[in-house]
């Protein structure tokens, strides 16, 4: 397997400056990958602008039968891309098998979405005239992204991206880089041609520079946190770039009393502890109605205790380390912040160990609107509760948040539910349900969690320009 960029069809960047790829879970190093920087990004746009000029030509139906291979390809491949992604960033393997499949659904809906961009005629007001509604592709494509998801959140970039015409140039996270070069090496073996998709490793500001600022690029796509997005926001400015950005959440988790309680208690633990509790959709504050609450709160903390902590590589782990110290060093804050400010531990609440980057699933009630884990992501597998009485008071409580990207509510009233749902502001919601990302359907968020969305039929258009042709005849 290649450890290198890849610009214009060429592997290339061995003399550069490396930077170290580490295993979360045991410090160890696995793979050193050249620093690339604003001449490496500079030759990747090059090369981006170049190829777009053929491959936008190509219809999609030729675009198509690639997206297929690289799907067929990424599922041929499965156990390598997995144990690679469990290596780099700590997922537990069961949930990496699940990431590529996930990731590889992306570019297989896409192939068949290339196929179904469709234009529109418009009644004429003119009988010497006609008026059409044309699609094209964007142009060359900026794709930044996060270590969390490695390879998914790569592939519902590039997957639209390309099924459109565009070009991509990517610029993966340097946690983990090495997931994203293998399925660029992927993609070369599916045979795509030259140009058509880049990667670029190493400096960020750098990189993001050369990608922000250069007016070849058309269109920047992010992952990351709401800081980056707003930086790369203003640089975007410069040539009123189109954005996607896919940025922080801060997600309420509402149950109300009359829930189903396996179905809060097994939701909340997908939404909750999923990838440690390293997603931008995982939920970070649990409020629970106050006659629900103690017993939600035992039948919790039940089914935390047993789940196990360790090395994603062995059987039955089911919370792998965080991604790294500073992971560690933000959870054991908040988890500070909020004892100080009187809440309580009801399971966890440290590291198991000095070794690693581990914290124990964690349950804390008494949780209050002050605290540090109220108010931001915590980004690690710490469950905060608190009590509510009312649903006006839930939903200023969920509302109270400059984020807006998911939310979950349990509880079995079709109509407190609609109730609820109608009044929060937040872009992705799951009634009775803890995990609801899909492929076919849009995916994104409200207010600083972010602009556009990704998947679905929704997900191809941020890669696509209308052009109004008005026709004399
Ligand atoms: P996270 O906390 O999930 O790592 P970041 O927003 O820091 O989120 O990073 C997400 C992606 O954005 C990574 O690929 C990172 O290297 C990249 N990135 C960080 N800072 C910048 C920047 N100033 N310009 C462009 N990309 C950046």
Same mark, same amino acid.
């Given at each position: 397997?290649?450890?290198? $960029?890849?610009?214009?069809?060429?592997? %290339?960047?061995?003399?550069?400056?490396?930077?170290?790829?580490?295993?979360?879970?045991?410090?160890?190093?696995?793979?050193?990958?050249?620093?690339?920087? !604003? =001449?490496?990004?500079?030759?990747?746009?090059?090369?981006?602008?170049?190829?777009?000029?053929?491959?936008?030509?190509? %219809?999609?139906?030729?675009?198509?039968?690639? /997206?297929? !291979?690289?799907?067929?390809?990424?599922?041929?491949?499965?156990?390598?891309?997995?144990? $690679?992604?469990?290596?780099?960033?700590?997922?537990? #393997?069961?949930?990496? =098998?699940?990431?590529?499949?996930?990731?590889?659904?992306?570019?297989?809906?896409?192939?068949?979405?290339?196929?179904?961009?469709?234009?529109?005629?418009?009644?004429?007001?003119?009988?010497?005239?006609?008026?059409?509604?044309?699609?094209?592709?964007?142009?060359?494509?900026?794709?930044?992204?996060?270590?969390?998801?490695?390879?998914?959140?790569? %592939?519902?970039?590039?997957?639209?991206?390309?099924?459109?015409?565009?070009?991509?140039?990517?610029?993966?996270?340097?946690?983990?880089?090495?997931?994203?070069?293998?399925?660029?090496?992927?993609?070369?073996?599916?045979?795509?041609?030259?140009?058509?998709?880049?990667?670029?490793?190493?400096?960020?500001?750098?990189?993001?520079?050369? /990608?922000?600022?250069?007016?070849?690029?058309?269109?920047? *796509?992010?992952?990351?946190? %709401?800081?980056?997005?707003?930086? #790369?926001? !203003?640089?975007?400015?410069?040539?009123?770039?189109? $954005?996607?950005?896919?940025?922080?959440?801060?997600?309420?988790?509402?149950?109300?009393?009359?829930?189903? &309680?396996? =179905?809060?208690?097994?939701?909340?633990?997908?939404?909750?502890?999923?990838?440690?509790? +390293?997603?931008?959709?995982?939920?970070?504050?649990?409020?629970?109605?106050?006659?629900?609450?103690?017993?939600?709160?035992?039948?919790?903390?039940?089914? @935390?205790?047993? /789940?196990?902590?360790?090395?994603?590589?062995?059987?039955?782990?089911?919370?792998?380390?965080?991604?790294?110290?500073?992971?560690?060093?933000?959870?054991?804050?908040?988890?500070?912040?909020?004892?100080?400010?009187?809440?309580?531990?009801?399971?966890?609440?440290?590291?198991?160990?000095?070794?690693?980057?581990?914290?124990?699933?964690?349950?804390?009630?008494?949780?209050?609107?002050?605290?540090?884990?109220?108010?931001?992501? *915590?980004?690690?597998?710490?469950?905060?509760? +608190? =009590?509510?009485?009312? &649903?006006?008071? @839930?939903?200023?409580?969920?509302?109270?948040?400059?984020?807006?990207?998911?939310?979950?509510?349990? *509880?079995?009233?079709?109509?407190?539910? *609609?109730?609820?749902?109608?009044?929060?502001?937040?872009?992705?919601?799951?009634?009775?349900?803890?995990?609801?990302?899909? @492929? +076919?359907?849009?995916?994104?968020?409200?207010?600083?969690?972010?602009?556009?969305?990704?998947?679905?039929?929704?997900?191809?258009?941020?890669?696509?320009?209308?052009?109004?042709?008005?026709?004399?005849?």
């Amino acid at each position: 397997m290649h450890n290198l $960029l890849y610009i214009n069809g060429e592997w %290339t960047g061995e003399s550069l400056n490396k930077l170290s790829v580490h295993n979360p879970a045991t410090g160890e190093l696995i793979s050193e990958v050249p620093k690339g920087g !604003k =001449k490496e990004a500079a030759a990747a746009v090059e090369a981006a602008d170049d190829a777009f000029r053929t491959w936008s030509k190509t %219809t999609a139906y030729e675009r198509a039968a690639l /997206l297929k !291979k690289l799907y067929g390809l990424m599922i041929e491949n499965e156990a390598e891309l997995a144990e $690679l992604m469990t290596r780099e960033m700590g997922k537990p #393997l069961s949930e990496a =098998k699940g990431e590529v499949h996930y990731a590889a659904n992306y570019i297989e809906w896409y192939a068949e979405e290339a196929k179904r961009v469709y234009g529109e005629n418009i009644p004429t007001h003119d009988s010497n005239k006609r008026l059409q509604v044309w699609k094209k592709p964007v142009g060359v494509v900026a794709a930044i992204t996060p270590w969390n998801f490695p390879a998914a959140m790569l %592939t519902r970039k590039m997957g639209p991206a390309l099924a459109a015409g565009c070009t991509v140039v990517i610029k993966p996270s340097s946690e983990t880089p090495l997931t994203a070069i293998k399925l660029v090496q992927l993609a070369e073996e599916a045979g795509f041609p030259k140009g058509v998709i880049n990667i670029v490793v190493g400096s960020s500001k750098e990189i993001g520079e050369v /990608l922000l600022l250069d007016s070849r690029v058309r269109k920047v *796509t992010f992952t990351g946190s %709401t800081e980056v997005g707003k930086i #790369l926001m !203003k640089q975007g400015s410069e040539t009123i770039k189109k $954005l996607s950005l896919e940025l922080g959440g801060h997600a309420p988790i509402i149950v109300l009393d009359d829930a189903d &309680i396996n =179905k809060a208690v097994d939701g909340t633990i997908a939404s909750k502890f999923r990838n440690s509790g +390293q997603t931008c959709v995982c939920g970070n504050r649990i409020y629970v109605q106050s006659e629900i609450h103690n017993k939600f709160v035992d039948a919790l903390t039940e089914k @935390v205790k047993e /789940l196990k902590v360790g090395d994603g590589m062995e059987e039955g782990i089911n919370i792998g380390p965080l991604i790294n110290k500073a992971g560690v060093e933000k959870v054991s804050s908040h988890v500070a912040d909020a004892l100080e400010k009187g809440a309580q531990v009801v399971h966890g609440g440290e590291q198991p160990s000095e070794q690693g980057n581990y914290y124990i699933p964690t349950i804390i009630k008494n949780a209050t609107n002050d605290m540090l884990m109220m108010n931001e992501e *915590t980004f690690g597998p710490v469950a905060p509760i +608190q =009590k509510f009485e009312t &649903i006006d008071e @839930v939903i200023r409580l969920a509302n109270d948040t400059p984020f807006g990207l998911a939310a979950y509510v349990f *509880t079995e009233s079709i109509s407190k539910g *609609t109730r609820i749902i109608e009044d929060i502001d937040f872009g992705i919601v799951g009634w009775n349900d803890g995990a609801p990302s899909a @492929v +076919q359907a849009p995916f994104g968020g409200l207010k600083e969690s972010g602009l556009g969305r990704e998947g679905g039929h929704q997900g191809i258009d941020e890669f696509l320009e209308m052009q109004y042709v008005s026709m004399g005849i």
